[in-house]
């Protein structure tokens, strides 16, 4: 298993395709941000059905992949909710 | 050092400031990401600093600490640039 960390910049044409999809396997936590354990197997499909929801051309998604949750701290400050827009 | 990630959900009116701050310690590589290597003192001024940029009530900033970039694999699909939005 490894722990990812995913953040995406997604045009709002196809951005509710993509949570969607994420959400089967990892858990929203901000606006562009999902966390969540996966095997590599599971990683490798995320990355194909990402590539397959967005447009390459005008999307970003970085996947941050760590052996382990213990591995990162994590401090947030803010809102917890993941409703924020960086854009209005 | 520590190997810095920041993802950040921030109002418009707010988002130019922290940036132009961020910017000051870390690389911006997308639309709401920076990173970087800073000090654990650098570390603690920046979270005292965006602190008083946002609305803690509105906006949103997490910080994953790393010991070292070595620990994360990062994998990006689509456009490296930084300009994505995820709301237009």
């Given at each position: 298993?490894?722990?990812?960390?995913?953040?995406?910049?997604?045009?709002?044409?196809?951005?509710?395709?993509?949570?969607?999809?994420?959400?089967?396997y990892?858990?929203?936590?901000?606006?562009?941000?999902?966390?969540?354990?996966v095997s590599?197997s599971q990683f490798a499909e995320i990355k194909t059905t990402v590539?397959?929801?967005?447009?390459?051309?005008?999307?970003?998604?970085?996947?941050?992949?760590?052996?382990?949750?213990?591995?990162?701290?994590?401090?947030?400050?803010?809102?917890?909710?993941?409703?924020?827009?960086?854009?209005?």
């Amino acid at each position: 298993m490894v722990y990812l960390i995913v953040v995406y910049g997604i045009n709002v044409n196809r951005i509710d395709a993509v949570r969607k999809f994420l959400k089967t396997y990892l858990t929203w936590i901000q606006n562009s941000v999902f966390e969540g354990e996966v095997s590599e197997s599971q990683f490798a499909e995320i990355k194909t059905t990402v590539k397959d929801l967005i447009d390459e051309k005008q999307d970003s998604v970085i996947f941050y992949k760590l052996k382990s949750r213990k591995l990162v701290d994590k401090e947030t400050i803010g809102t917890s909710k993941g409703e924020v827009m960086n854009i209005i």
